[in-house]
């Protein structure tokens, strides 16, 4: 998930004021994408030219247009909305608003474990449980929640065994990290790490902003980045993550 890079090296060999000749060398490195290869999606509002305003990915979303797709080039694969409820560029992400928009990524089945990465900020609800991430055809699959309609916190992995519940203002960016493995899951958010249970569940697909089914307990806030791996990963390899997505999109960890 690599972006190549090019440097340019020019010189000019000069002998008694006359030109004789110039040489041109061509070095490529790499820069900018996740420090762990073998991503599943990347969906990433900095990437250019990847937020569309329809499902079918003719006309790129500029800032305040409804996204209907979020593309990522490498796998192929968008997280669309073919309908109204659509969320709105920003200049930096996606906001939803807690009301019906939401986005649905035909990823296949979704089998334990798997690992997943966001970068988001609350931005208030009513409500008191609001689905950040599910299945799109089965409730409580790799479901992240927040249960507290008082402010950005109590985000929990379903089935709720353990609550993330560090006090953050509405509109505080964070990176939060799931590994997705039954008893043996792990919901990290901006360093502070909790033990969880996600439950059995497997469902199919990945729901942004609400939850897996109806859809119902949609989520307000703004989504900057989702990436998404099929295994489970290491703490060392959550770190590696975790500190070049707080770099790329400015968040303190």
Request: negative net charge.
């Amino acid at each position: 998930m690599t972006q190549p890079t090019a440097t340019l090296t020019l010189s000019l060999a000069r002998s008694g004021g006359v030109a004789l000749g110039l040489s041109l060398s061509l070095s490529t490195g790499s820069s900018a994408g996740p420090p762990v290869v073998g991503s599943a999606l990347w969906l990433d509002a900095l990437r250019p030219g990847t937020l569309f305003q329809d499902a079918a990915r003719t006309t790129l979303a500029g800032g305040g247009d409804p996204v209907g797709s979020w593309y990522d080039p490498d796998s192929g694969i968008g997280a669309i909305q073919s309908g109204t409820a659509r969320p709105v560029r920003a200049a930096e992400g996606l906001t939803f608003d807690g009301v019906d928009d939401f986005l649905d990524a035909a990823i296949g089945a979704r089998p334990q474990p798997e690992t997943l990465y966001l970068v988001l900020q609350g931005t208030g609800n009513a409500a008191a449980t609001q689905t950040i991430t599910d299945s799109v055809n089965s409730l409580n699959a790799g479901r992240l929640l927040t249960t507290s309609s008082a402010s950005f916190r109590h985000l929990t992995l379903f089935s709720g065994a353990a609550v993330e519940n560090t006090a953050r203002a509405y509109g505080t960016l964070v990176v939060a990290s799931l590994v997705i493995h039954g008893a043996s899951s792990v919901l990290r958010v901006n360093g502070v790490e909790v033990a969880a249970n996600a439950g059995t569940n497997t469902g199919s697909g990945l729901r942004l902003c609400a939850d897996g089914g109806n859809p119902q307990s949609d989520f307000a806030g703004q989504i900057r980045m989702v990436l998404r791996y099929a295994s489970a990963h290491s703490a060392a390899e959550r770190l590696a993550v975790e500190t070049w997505a707080a770099a790329r999109h400015g968040v303190t960890l």
